[in-house]
Structure formats: structure tokens, C-alpha cells
């Protein structure tokens, strides 16, 4: 297999010189020619203060020099772009290897995946974090609960523009007690402000971290509470337009 490429380098090699040396000879001999033929046809046929002469041959000597620059410049360039092109094989496709070595090369891949994934943990719950694997993986109770308050604040000002400014300590019933007369009740008269209140007590003073039932507790009560606020929200837009529009027609 390796001597194909060779024995066709050698060949594309003896024909580059074979290539430069007819058309170097080529060009000597028309430039004699041209040049006797200068001197034959000159008054005093000889080489002196033959002007036509002269000019042949600094013509023959320009083309040669700059014909030489232009191969240098080549040669170069190709060097210099070879010389970046790592000199270790590497195989890119499926056309680069073997058939044998590309499946075994396949086979490893996917063993070393299973192998990777296997030994993930699982069934392992760590206090605070959801289990690997469910709907919370990844996801840490206590902050993630707590990150709900700027977003609930951020709706209830835009539904009562009044309301007071959130404190970092503030009890959740204290602080969102204008809210209570837009949320609903359950049939223990309790409304989500109220489960949510407790669920974000437990979050922030709470010595054991919250288990999932709690936390789901309490992002019901937020996700309640948001819903609320936000149909609030969307029937003062609509109120808005409808007086507006009655202004408009009057």
C-alpha cells in the first residue's frame, strides 16, 4: 500500500524536472537563435554596439530572474503552509480507518458510555436538593423558594402601586397582607399567602433543610399567589382600556 504513493511521487518529481529542464533549454536556444539572427541582420554583423542584441538578451535575462523570484516565492509558501499541518495522522471520518479499527474504535466509545453512565449516582438524596434523575435534580430548595419573594413583590406593586417596600426580614403574611382579599381560600379559610408564609419561615430560619414536600408546598402557594396576582393584573388592563374607550366616546 505504500508503494503506490511513493512510486507516484517519484513519478510527479521526474516530471516536474523533466518538466523545467525542456522548457529551460527551450528558452536557451530560442534566445540564441533570436540573438544570431540580431547579429546577422545588423549593418556590421557582430556583437558590438548591437543594440538589438542587447535588447534580446536583458529581455531573456529579466524573464529568467523574475520567472526564478516568482518559483522561490512559491516554494515558500507552500512550505510555510505545510509546515502548520500536523505531522500526526488523524483520523476525521469513517473513510479515514479501517473498517475492523473504526468498530472496534465505535464499540469502545459506547462501551465507555455505558461505563459513564452507570455509575451515576442514583437513589441518592442529599437534605436540601433534589433527588438525581426528578424534576428538582439539581435544584437547592432553600434558595430556589426564596428566589421566589422579588418576583411575587414585583407583581403586587404592579397591581397596588402603594405597597409597601419589601424589608429583608419581613414575615411574608405581614409584608403581602394587602394581597389577602385578592387571593382565594381553601375551606379552612387559609389562603396560599398563608401556606406560602410558613413554607419561607421554614426556608429562612430553619436549622434542617426543607424535604420536598415542603418545597413543593411552598412553590404551589407562590405559583397560586403569582396567578392571582396576575389575572388582577390583566383585569386592571382591561378596566383601563374600557374607561379609556368610554372617554374616547364621549
Known amino acids: 500500500m505504500l508503494v503506490a504513493p511513493r512510486l507516484l511521487r517519484t513519478g510527479s518529481e521526474l516530471l516536474y524536472a523533466l518538466t523545467v529542464l525542456v522548457t529551460v533549454v527551450a528558452s536557451g536556444l530560442s534566445c540564441a537563435a533570436i540573438i544570431s539572427q540580431a547579429v546577422r541582420t545588423a549593418d556590421n554583423r557582430s556583437w558590438v554596439r548591437n543594440f538589438n542584441a542587447l535588447v534580446i538578451g536583458a529581455s531573456y535575462i529579466i524573464v529568467f530572474v523574475v520567472s526564478l523570484l516568482y518559483c522561490i516565492k512559491r516554494r515558500v509558501a507552500v512550505r510555510s503552509k505545510l509546515q502548520r499541518i500536523s505531522k500526526t495522522y488523524r483520523p476525521v471520518g469513517k473513510d479515514d480507518l479501517p473498517k475492523p479499527v473504526h468498530k472496534y474504535v465505535t464499540q469502545e466509545y459506547v462501551r465507555a458510555c455505558l461505563v459513564s453512565y452507570e455509575s451515576l449516582p442514583k437513589d441518592i438524596v442529599h437534605a436540601g436538593w433534589g433527588r438525581p434523575g426528578s424534576k428538582y435534580d439539581g435544584v437547592y430548595f432553600r434558595r430556589a423558594l426564596l428566589d421566589t419573594i422579588p ?3 414585583t407583581l403586587a406593586h404592579a397591581v397596588i402601586p402603594t405597597h409597601p417596600k419589601l424589608k429583608p426580614h419581613a414575615r411574608m403574611l405581614l409584608h403581602f397582607r ?3 382579599p385578592l387571593l382565594p381560600k381553601d375551606e379552612d379559610g387559609m389562603s396560599p ?12 430560619n430553619a436549622e434542617s433543610e426543607l424535604t420536598e414536600e415542603e418545597f413543593e408546598l411552598g412553590m404551589k402557594a407562590a405559583s397560586e399567589i403569582e396567578r392571582g396576582l396576575e389575572e388582577c393584573k390583566e383585569e386592571m388592563g382591561e378596566s383601563e382600556t374600557e374607561s379609556l374607550a368610554q372617554m374616547e366616546g364621549w
Do not use: C, E, M, T
Open 151 to 153: 418576583k411575587i413583590d
Open 178 to 180: 394587602f394581597l389577602v
Open 193 to 204: 399567602l398563608h401556606y406560602y408564609d410558613s413554607a419561607i419561615q421554614l426556608a429562612r
